[in-house]
């Protein structure tokens, strides 16, 4: 179930309903959330270009636009994180998107086992893991 909210028709909706409404952009507030593709911000950012295929906001700013394809060719990387710090900023100034909840990935692990590898994007590596006695 998926929640979209319009002032004359607050609740929740069947998933394929609610994301026809959430791409249609037939809603004030909507709920929608993102797993990084790949371990860096631009896998966060770059969906919110105007025309973007995930930019169920329909949100348009040609400035955050110009700023993105910069991004995607700077080759200094202190200097990237800096102009995406800058896209970040350009979004919440906008109140485009306010996050109020953020995936955790909690797992057990006995401490016997040596080796095993969690990556930020949530895979879990156990092909160097051993057991010790």
């Not at 329909?58 to 110009?66: A, G, T, V």
């Not at 996050?99 to 160097?128: A, H």
């Amino acid at each position: 179930m998926g929640q979209a909210w319009r002032q004359d028709q607050p609740g929740v909706q069947e998933w394929a309903t609610f994301l026809n409404t959430r791409k249609n952009g037939d809603y004030d507030i909507a709920r929608n959330g993102w797993l990084g593709d790949y371990n860096d911000p631009i896998s966060f950012l770059d969906m919110w270009i105007t025309n973007s295929g995930n930019n169920d906001a329909q949100w348009s700013n040609p400035e955050y636009d110009k700023l993105i394809s910069q991004i995607k060719t700077e080759t200094d990387t202190a200097k990237r994180f800096e102009l995406m710090h800058k896209a970040e900023d350009m979004i919440f100034d906008d109140w485009m998107l306010c996050p109020i909840y953020y995936y955790v990935d909690i797992f057990v692990l006995n401490t016997k086992v040596e080796n095993f590898w969690s990556s930020p994007l949530g895979f879990k590596y156990f092909m160097y893991a051993t057991v010790k006695e």
